[in-house]
C-alpha cells in the first residue's frame, strides 16, 4: 500500500502499481486544485475515500483497483477527475466453469502457542465466550408471548443468578405457512436447530412453540445430541395451555428457572485460543475497508488460525466476483468445488428472483466510495488474510472443524450475522466505514471502523479505529495485532464491547428461499 504521508497536507492511498485510481485520505474530502506530494492535482473537489483518475483514462479503457479490473470507463476521465459510480460499466463476473483451482495455495502458517482466554467448557467439547440462557421458537406466533416472559426473567429471576450473563429470545419468522418439504427448506429449519446448539447457550437451550406450525420441536431439537442437553423438560406448547396467558407465562418462567440454575454453576476456565470461533462481517462498507480495516482483521485471522481457531468469513455476494483468489487458495480440490457449488446456488437464485449483483452495492456503499460489486468484493476478502481457504460452511449449516472457513451467507449483514452464530460463532467482528450500530444479542460483536472521522463521532460505538492506519499513526501489524489481544479479552469477559454495554441487539433474521404456502 502506497500512502502519501502527512496529516495535513492532501493524501490519497494507492493500494497497487496497476492501479489508475487512487483513494483521497483527508477528512471532509478535498477541493479543486489540491495537490499530492507526486503533483497529482484535482480538477474538481472530491469526497473523501472516493477515487480519482491518476491518468487520463479514456473510454472503453479499464479502470484498476487493488490492481484488478472494477470496471471499464462510459467516458473519458481526465486526470486529477472524480471517477464516480455512473461513469464505470460494470465487468462480467467470472466463470465458475474456468476458475483456476488449488494453484496458489500458501504453505502452512507457523503455529501460535501460548496464547489463552477464559471460557466456559461446554458438553460437547466446544466453549462458550458468555453464558447465556437461550429460549427458541418455532413458529412466530409465540413471539409476544415469549418477549413478555423473557423480560419478567430477566427482571424477576436473572437477579439471582449472578453466573448468567443473559436471557435471549431466538425469535424469527419461520414455521407456519411454509413449504416444510421443499427443495430449499433444510436451510432455515437447520439454521433454527443450529441456533439453539452456540456455544454460548451452554447446552441449555429451551424450546417454546405454539403447537399445530409446520415446524415442529422434534425438528428443533433431537435426540441424542451431546450440543443439547434434553434429561429435563425443555419444550413448552402454549395450545396446551388450560388457564391461558397467565399459565403460559408461568410455565415458560419455571421451565427457564430450573435451567438458569444449571448455568449459574459453570465457571469460566483457561482454554486455549483455539476454542475461539470467530466470525467476521462488515457492513456500512467504503472505499476505506479494503484498505483499513479488513487487512488489519485479515491479519488477526491469520494470527487466530496459526494459534488454532475457527475464523470464519462471508457474504457469497460480496466474494462471488472475487472468487479465484479463493479458489486458487483452497486447500484441497473438495474446498475449491465447494466454494464454486455455493457461488453457483447464488447465481441461479438471483436469476430465479430476476435480480443480479448489482443490486449490490447500497446507496451508503456508494456514498463511501464503492462504484459496484466488483470493487466492494475485492475490499471484502482482504478479511480472510493470507492462509490457505481449509473449508466452507453452507447456509445455516454447522462448521466441523478448526482452520480459515468460508461461511456462505447472503449478502445481508443480519442473515449474516444469524447465519455465522449458526455455525457456531462465539465471538463477532463488525466493520464498518459509513457507520452502524449493529449487535447480536447472542454473541458479543467488536465494532470496527475504517475511518479516524467516525471514531471520534461515533465514541461510545466504535471499539477499534482502524482509520489509524491510513493517517500512519498505526501500521497494519500492529492493529492486527490490537485486535487478537482484544478478541482474548473480549472472549474471556475481561471486556465489553460498546454494543454489548449498550445491549444493541439486532433481529435474527433467517435465510428462506423456499416458498411460502
Known amino acids: 500500500m502506497q500512502l502519501i504521508e502527512t496529516s495535513d497536507s492532501p493524501r490519497y492511498v494507492r493500494l497497487h502499481d496497476d492501479d489508475n485510481v487512487v483513494v483521497v485520505v483527508n477528512d471532509g474530502g478535498l477541493g479543486e486544485g489540491a495537490r499530492f506530494a507526486d503533483g497529482l492535482t484535482l480538477v474538481e473537489g472530491v469526497p473523501q475515500s472516493h477515487k480519482v483518475a491518476v491518468v487520463t483514462i479514456a473510454k472503453g479503457e479499464p479502470v484498476r483497483r487493488y490492481g484488478q479490473i472494477i470496471g471499464y470507463a462510459l467516458e473519458d476521465l481526465v486526470q486529477g477527475s472524480w471517477v464516480k459510480e455512473t461513469q464505470l460499466a460494470m465487468p462480467a463476473a467470472p466463470e465458475l466453469d474456468s476458475l483456476p483451482r488449488c494453484d496458489a495455495v500458501p504453505d502452512a502458517l507457523p503455529p501460535l502457542e501460548g496464547f489463552t482466554f477464559e471460557g466456559y467448557r461446554n458438553a460437547d467439547g466446544t466453549v462458550g465466550t458468555r453464558n447465556i440462557l437461550g429460549i427458541t421458537t418455532t413458529v412466530q406466533c409465540v413471539t409476544g408471548v415469549l418477549d413478555h416472559a423473557v423480560k419478567r426473567i430477566r427482571d424477576e429471576l436473572l437477579p439471582k443468578y449472578p453466573n448468567v450473563d443473559d436471557v435471549v429470545a431466538l425469535t424469527h419468522s419461520y414455521g407456519c405457512g411454509v413449504a416444510i ?149 483452497a486447500e484441497t480440490p473438495e474446498v475449491a468445488e465447494a466454494l464454486v457449488r455455493e457461488m453457483d446456488w447464488y447465481d441461479r437464485y438471483l436469476q430465479s428472483g430476476e435480480a443480479d449483483r448489482s443490486a449490490n452495492t447500497t446507496p451508503g456503499n456508494k456514498k463511501g466510495g464503492l462504484s459496484n460489486i466488483v470493487e466492494k468484493s475485492l475490499g471484502s476478502i482482504v478479511k480472510s488474510g493470507s492462509g490457505a481457504i481449509q473449508g466452507v460452511v453452507g447456509p445455516g449449516e454447522r462448521v466441523n472443524r478448526k482452520g480459515l472457513i468460508f461461511c456462505a451467507t447472503p449478502a445481508s449483514d443480519f442473515v449474516c450475522g444469524t447465519l455465522q452464530l449458526a455455525a457456531g460463532m462465539n465471538l463477532h467482528v463488525f466493520t464498518t466505514g459509513r457507520g452502524t450500530p449493529y449487535g447480536l444479542a447472542m454473541a458479543p460483536v467488536v465494532k470496527v471502523c475504517t475511518r479516524t472521522e467516525l471514531a471520534q463521532r461515533w465514541p461510545d460505538l466504535i471499539d477499534i479505529d482502524a482509520g489509524r492506519i491510513a493517517s500512519g499513526r498505526a501500521t497494519i501489524e500492529e492493529l492486527g495485532w490490537e485486535l487478537f489481544h482484544y478478541y482474548l479479552d473480549v472472549a474471556s469477559g475481561r471486556k465489553q464491547t460498546w454494543a454489548e454495554q449498550h445491549k444493541l441487539h439486532n433481529d435474527i433474521t433467517l435465510f428462506n428461499p423456499a416458498p411460502i404456502t
Open 181 to 329: 418439504n421443499a427443495r430449499d427448506a433444510y436451510i432455515p429449519i437447520r439454521t433454527v436447530r443450529n441456533l439453539a446448539r452456540n456455544p454460548n447457550l451452554g447446552g441449555e437451550a429451551l424450546v417454546i412453540s405454539l403447537g399445530c406450525e409446520k415446524l415442529q420441536a422434534g425438528q428443533v431439537m433431537h435426540e441424542n445430541d451431546p450440543s443439547v442437553d434434553l434429561s429435563e423438560p425443555w419444550l413448552y406448547r402454549l395450545q396446551d395451555a388450560s388457564l391461558g396467558f397467565v399459565e403460559m407465562i408461568e410455565q415458560i418462567m419455571a421451565l427457564a428457572e430450573a435451567r438458569l440454575i444449571k448455568l449459574n454453576q459453570r465457571q469460566r476456565e483457561t482454554v486455549p485460543a483455539s476454542e475461539l470461533i470467530l466470525g467476521m462481517q462488515c457492513g456500512g462498507s467504503d472505499a476505506f475497508s479494503g484498505i483499513t480495516a479488513n487487512p488489519a482483521l485479515g491479519y488477526a485471522a491469520d494470527l487466530l488460525v496459526r494459534a488454532g481457531a475457527t475464523v470464519l468469513f462471508s457474504e457469497v455476494t460480496e466474494v462471488r466476483d472475487a472468487i479465484y483468489m479463493l479458489t486458487s487458495r
